[in-house]
């Protein structure tokens, strides 16, 4: 559905895109982060059509962004951080002239009706958007890019500024939207992120170095594989037990936590999945198991020690391939 190959962009002597390549399928939602100023917003404005490449390739549904901008650009919807919003019209009044300055062709009114109901604003229809709070206006920008049913959304900080029912509320409305549409979600609300995205794209100094689940990219960073267990027990008896489950290579107790329950530290061979079978243990014994997770890093730490390091020793570090050689002009000038 996107493809993005070699993408630079420059701003006079400043290369803010440094040779991007990535490739999205119909259907995923992707994950975009990256700190301030690493270069995501010039490339989603880039994938828009908004600003021009300095060089590379953009393909939207097979269609190039640059030689066929109407037919790329008729396939993307894009709700920038403030969404472009008229606030002295009325929200149907609204939609009704983002459609004709798309030139949808499917039937206007059945049209926005759907949008309107899809984002639940139906209700405020014939509200001045000016007087709607904010998560309703936040709605009526994901309306505005939803018109003319286009297969990518572009949904740059959705949540921001919005109080924690309205985030709830935004994250379910993305995660309905992505049953039938390709999601590019930036946010520095990792949490949404990890809830809603199957895969992130981190992006730092201009290059991408990262590209992967979150699960995987914490399995990859995270020294510690051990599992952390809270079991209602008597101490012996089941540091005993959990040492003849298969897999485990060891069991430490940290001693009792809460009344009557202990918390074990159990550590697999070779980073062995043994979920399922310490459950199956602990359940057979009839014991209660209160607790049960992994110490890998959160997609928040990932972020935080890949962005920290060096762009080539992130690349090293998860095995990618190793930053190509430029040229002594262009280093000076990054």
Sequence with gaps: ?????????????????????FNIEKGEVIGFLGPNGAGKSTIMNILTGYLSMTQGKVEIDGFDIVEFPEQAKRRIGYLPEIPPLYTDMKVREYLNFIYDLKKVKFPKKPHIDEVLRLVGIDNVANRLIKNLSKGYRQRVGFAQALIG?????????????????????????????GKNHTIILSSHILSEIQAVCKRVII??????????????????????????????????????????????????????????????VIEPMDGNDIRADIFDRVVSRGKKLLALNDNRLSLEQVFLRLTDMDTKEAKELLGSETVAETNTEEEEEV
């Design 1 to 21: 559905m996107i493809n993005v190959s070699g993408l630079s962009k420059r701003y006079g002597t400043h290369l803010a895109v440094k040779d991007v390549n």
């Design 203 to 264: 992006i730092n100094r201009g290059e991408i170095i990262a590209d992967d689940t979150a699960e995987n990219l914490a399995h990859r960073l995270s020294d510690n594989k051990t599992l952390l267990a809270r079991i209602v027990c008597n101490e012996e008896d089941m540091l005993a037990t959990l040492k003849t489950v298969k897999g485990v290579k060891s069991v430490t107790s940290l001693g009792q936590m809460e009344s009557g329950s202990y918390d074990f």
């Design 149 to 177: 049913n286009p297969d990518v959304l572009i949904l740059d900080e959705p949540t921001v500024g919005l109080d924690p029912k309205q985030i709830i509320e935004i994250r379910n409305l993305i995660g309905r939207l």
